[in-house]
């Protein structure tokens, strides 16, 4: 069944090659499709389009519905093109006629943009609430190892001491970077294209006002062209979050594979959370780290992908867009994915004690070394040389003392300034006030 089908048979391939995988994505939005229904129905009955009688059988039915898809119970009849048409199907199964009523002043073009900026926002809460648990965790591990030192590079070669404080606290601040610009990707998502039928509105006296307030938009998509052109933009964005965030996980990833060889030997993992070699009896691979950095990696790529897809369009719709949600839809779930795993691995890794004392760490004081002279009046570029000179001469000595106390520094991580910073940008989100449309607009009335 086809919402557009009119009194021909489209041929069996083009079907098939048209349709693709859109039945498998669409479930993923079978609930905001609902959800999006419910709205839509509840403002045609306020502006007179449905008697009240009609809408309260609709609703019905619909919330079941939601509860279904909710459960994942909903499913695509075989022969049924799309989450539009097979929820309208089970209306008109269900209400006969008065279930074709629903599409009234839409199209399956701002349906489908409904549906998918409720779904991205709905997976940005729970990519956000994965940012957060391991944001947790690294700030946690920072706390705990902030008196253990290691070295610090540049150019990968020893500089100056680092400590396991500073290493975690960096990857925890660098979250909140994410989470700001998750937050943008949030906002941007969160405007209403309902009513903007198929780009150019409708000559039905419908209040998109009422939908944007139903369904907990902070706002709407004014333009009705502005609101079509936001399919593939909104993809677009999306992709920035996932590739940012990307760049931070495997970064992270690649820090503990390094950190974990043995030439380093600064942390390592519990046997049963490493792989063995087939031929080395000795091997304990980071295969879970190396993983983790090949999946985030290819996030990264992501931006470009929607890019080449979209790039070339005019506005309006093109069929092209459907195949963003095979982009898109399992990059976030690998997101959440590789969020989990990290955590699970930083919650449970191994810090080494006492690397510094190594002979071949020396050289990372050289700059405390100088800042001393500095600070008892010889000026730095004097200091500077009297120290290489040292170096040279194979004289240097130190007693290997950090003495950092300025913001952000070894003596003065600034956690819970850091702290403060993320729970400043979850706050941005407001989540909760989602949560309280979407529970008002789905519930029984007793």
């Given at each position: 069944m086809?919402?557009?089908?009119?009194?021909?048979?489209?041929?069996?391939a083009?079907?098939?090659?048209?349709?693709?995988r859109?039945?498998?994505?669409?479930?993923r939005?079978?609930?905001?499709?609902?959800?999006?229904?419910?709205?839509?129905?509840?403002?045609?009955?306020?502006?007179g389009?449905?008697?009240?009688?009609?809408?309260?059988?609709?609703?019905?039915?619909?919330?079941?519905?939601?509860r279904?898809?909710?459960?994942?119970?909903?499913?695509?009849?075989?022969?049924?093109?799309?989450?539009?048409?097979?929820?309208?199907?089970?209306?008109?199964?269900?209400?006969?006629?008065?279930?074709?009523?629903?599409?009234?002043?839409?199209?399956?073009?701002?349906?489908?943009l409904?549906?998918?900026?409720?779904?991205?926002r709905?997976?940005i809460?729970?990519?956000?609430?994965?940012?957060?648990?391991?944001?947790?965790?690294?700030?946690?591990?920072?706390?705990?190892?902030?008196?253990?030192?290691?070295?610090?590079?540049?150019?990968?070669?020893?500089?100056?001491?680092?400590s396991?404080?500073?290493?975690?606290?960096?990857?925890?601040e660098?979250?909140?970077?994410?989470?700001?610009?998750?937050?943008?990707?949030?906002?941007?998502?969160?405007?209403n294209?309902?009513?903007?039928?198929?780009?150019?509105?409708?000559?039905?006296?419908?209040?998109?006002?009422?939908?944007?307030?139903?369904?907990?938009?902070?706002?709407?998509?004014?333009?009705?062209?502005?609101?079509?052109?936001?399919?593939?933009?909104?993809?677009?964005?999306?992709?920035?979050?996932?590739?940012?965030?990307?760049?931070?996980l495997?970064?992270l990833?690649?820090?503990?594979t390094?950190?974990?060889?043995?030439?380093?030997?600064?942390?390592?993992?519990?046997?049963?959370l490493?792989?063995?070699?087939?031929?080395?009896?000795?091997?304990?691979?980071?295969?879970?780290?190396?993983?983790i950095?090949?999946?985030?990696?290819?996030?990264?790529?992501?931006?470009?992908?929607?890019?080449?897809?979209?790039?070339?369009?005019?506005?309006?719709?093109?069929?092209?867009f459907?195949l963003?949600?095979?982009?898109?839809?399992?990059?976030?779930?690998?997101?959440?994915?590789?969020?989990?795993?990290?955590n699970?691995?930083?919650?449970?890794?191994?810090?080494?004690?006492?690397?510094?004392?190594?002979?071949?760490?020396?050289?990372?004081f050289?700059?405390e070394?100088?800042?001393?002279?500095?600070?008892r009046?010889?000026?730095?570029?004097?200091?500077?040389?009297?120290?290489?000179?040292?170096?040279?001469?194979?004289?240097?000595?130190?007693?290997r003392?950090?003495?950092?106390?300025?913001?952000?520094?070894?003596?003065?991580?600034?956690?819970?300034?850091?702290?403060?910073?993320?729970?400043?940008?979850l706050?941005?989100?407001?989540?909760?006030?989602?949560?309280?449309?979407?529970?008002?607009?789905?519930?029984?009335?007793?």
């Amino acid at each position: 069944m086809k919402l557009w089908q009119k009194d021909f048979s489209t041929n069996q391939a083009v079907e098939e090659f048209t349709v693709g995988r859109d039945r498998e994505m669409d479930l993923r939005l079978a609930p905001f499709d609902i959800l999006g229904s419910l709205a839509h129905t509840q403002m045609l009955s306020e502006v007179g389009l449905l008697e009240k009688e009609e809408f309260d059988a609709l609703s019905l039915v619909l919330k079941k519905l939601y509860r279904e898809a909710v459960a994942e119970k909903f499913e695509i009849t075989e022969g049924v093109e799309d989450v539009h048409s097979q929820v309208e199907f089970l209306l008109t199964h269900e209400l006969g006629d008065m279930g074709k009523r629903i599409h009234s002043a839409r199209s399956r073009n701002d349906q489908v943009l409904v549906d998918l900026k409720l779904f991205f926002r709905a997976e940005i809460q729970q990519v956000t609430e994965g940012i957060k648990d391991l944001f947790d965790t690294l700030l946690a591990q920072s706390e705990k190892y902030k008196d253990v030192l290691l070295p610090g590079y540049t150019h990968l070669q020893v500089a100056m001491p680092s400590s396991f404080g500073l290493w975690f606290g960096a990857y925890a601040e660098t979250l909140t970077d994410d989470a700001q610009l998750w937050q943008a990707v949030y906002k941007i998502v969160n405007q209403n294209p309902l009513g903007s039928a198929a780009g150019y509105g409708s000559s039905l006296p419908i209040n998109r006002t009422r939908t944007t307030e139903l369904l907990g938009f902070e706002d709407l998509n004014y333009n009705v062209v502005a609101a079509q052109m936001g399919r593939g933009k909104s993809e677009q964005f999306v992709a920035f979050g996932l590739a940012a965030l990307g760049a931070t996980l495997s970064k992270l990833a690649m820090d503990i594979t390094l950190y974990i060889n043995q030439n380093f030997d600064f942390v390592s993992l519990p046997p049963e959370l490493t792989t063995g070699s087939s031929i080395m009896p000795h091997k304990k691979n980071p295969d879970v780290f190396e993983l983790i950095r090949a999946k985030a990696n290819r996030l990264q790529s992501l931006p470009t992908e929607v890019a080449l897809l979209t790039s070339s369009l005019p506005s309006g719709y093109h069929r092209d867009f459907q195949l963003l949600k095979e982009m898109i839809f399992p990059a976030l779930d690998e997101v959440k994915n590789i969020l989990s795993m990290t955590n699970f691995m930083m919650k449970n890794i191994i810090v080494k004690d006492n690397i510094l004392a190594d002979e071949k760490y020396k050289y990372l004081f050289t700059v405390e070394e100088v800042n001393r002279l500095v600070l008892r009046g010889v000026p730095f570029r004097d200091a500077y040389k009297q120290i290489g000179q040292s170096v040279e001469n194979q004289t240097f000595e130190t007693d290997r003392v950090v003495e950092h106390i300025h913001e952000g520094t070894i003596g003065n991580l600034c956690n819970e300034k850091i702290s403060t910073k993320m729970m400043r940008i979850l706050r941005g989100f407001e989540f909760e006030k989602v949560e309280e449309k979407i529970a008002y607009l789905t519930q029984f009335q007793l």
